[in-house]
C-alpha cells in the first residue's frame, strides 16, 4: 500500500521559513516523480512543483507563485521528500499534501497533508 | 482564478446521472491529458480518472470522462448520497509549463 505522511506544518510569521516533510513507503520510491499541491482553507488545489526521478535528472519544476522562494528535494536512500520555503508570505497559508507525480501528468497517491499557517 | 474553468457547483437525484465539465485551451485540455480528483470535506483529494478516461483499480465504472477539443466532461451515473464531494479537473499546461487545476464543482446528491 502506497503510504505518504507528511510533518513539518506550524505556525511561522511572514518572511519566515519553514521545511516540510514526507516520507514515503510502499512502493520503489526511487522510480517515481514526487511533488506537493496546496489548498488554502475553503479554497481549490493549487500544484506547488514536483520533482522528477533519478532517471530524468531530477529536474525540478515550480509553480510560478513560489518559484525563487521554494526548493523541492528527496533522497531516495531514505523515501523522503522535502519542501524548503522562504519568504513565506500570508497567502502561503494552506494544508501542503505530498504527492506521487506520474511523468507530469497527475497525481495518483495523495498524503493527509501538513497545515501551514503564516500570520503574524 | 483557475486557468481551467468548471462550474461551482451542480447537484441532481440519487439514481440519476450528472456531467461535471472543465473547459481549458489548446495549450492544457487541448493537447494533455486531463485527470479527475475527488475531495471529501477534511480529507485529502483522491484520483478518480487520468489519462481523459482511465480509472485507477477500485474506482467503480460509474464514473467516466471525455474530451472534445479544450473541454473535459466527468460523468457519474447511478448517484448515491456518497458521491456528495468536491471534483476537481487537472491538466499540464504545455505553455506555462505547469499543472493546473480548476476551481472545483461541489456535486449535491439531493
Known amino acids: 500500500e502506497v503510504r505518504l505522511v507528511e510533518s513539518g506544518g506550524v505556525l511561522v510569521q511572514p518572511g519566515g521559513s519553514l521545511r516540510l516533510s514526507c516520507a514515503a513507503s510502499g512502493f520503489v520510491f526511487s522510480d517515481h516523480y514526487m511533488g506537493w499541491v496546496r489548498q488554502a482553507p475553503g479554497q481549490g488545489l493549487e500544484w506547488v512543483g514536483h520533482i522528477r526521478d533519478r532517471a530524468n535528472g531530477y529536474i525540478t519544476q515550480y509553480a510560478a507563485s513560489v518559484r525563487d522562494r521554494f526548493t523541492i528535494s528527496r533522497d531516495d536512500s531514505t523515501n523522503s521528500l522535502s519542501l524548503q520555503m522562504h519568504s513565506l508570505k500570508t497567502e502561503d497559508t494552506a494544508v501542503y499534501f505530498c504527492?506521487?507525480?506520474?511523468?507530469?501528468?497527475?497525481?495518483?497517491?495523495w498524503g493527509q497533508g501538513t497545515l501551514v499557517t503564516v500570520s503574524s | 482564478q483557475s486557468v481551467l474553468t468548471q462550474p461551482p457547483s451542480v447537484s441532481t437525484a440519487p439514481g440519476q446521472k450528472v456531467t461535471i465539465s472543465c473547459s481549458g485551451s489548446?495549450?492544457?485540455?487541448?493537447?494533455?491529458?486531463v485527470s479527475w480528483y475527488q475531495q471529501f470535506p477534511g480529507t485529502a483529494p483522491k484520483l478518480l480518472l487520468y489519462n481523459i478516461n482511465q480509472r485507477p483499480s477500485g474506482i467503480p465504472d460509474r464514473f467516466s470522462g471525455s474530451k472534445s477539443g479544450t473541454s473535459a466532461t466527468l460523468d457519474i451515473t447511478g448517484l448515491q448520497p456518497g458521491d456528495e464531494a468536491i471534483y476537481y479537473c487537472g491538466a499540464w499546461d504545455s505553455s506555462l509549463s505547469a499543472i493546473l487545476f480548476g476551481g472545483g464543482t461541489k456535486l449535491t446528491v439531493l
Open positions: 489548446t495549450s492544457n485540455i487541448g493537447k494533455n491529458f
Open positions: 504527492v506521487r507525480v506520474f511523468r507530469s501528468q497527475y497525481f495518483d497517491s
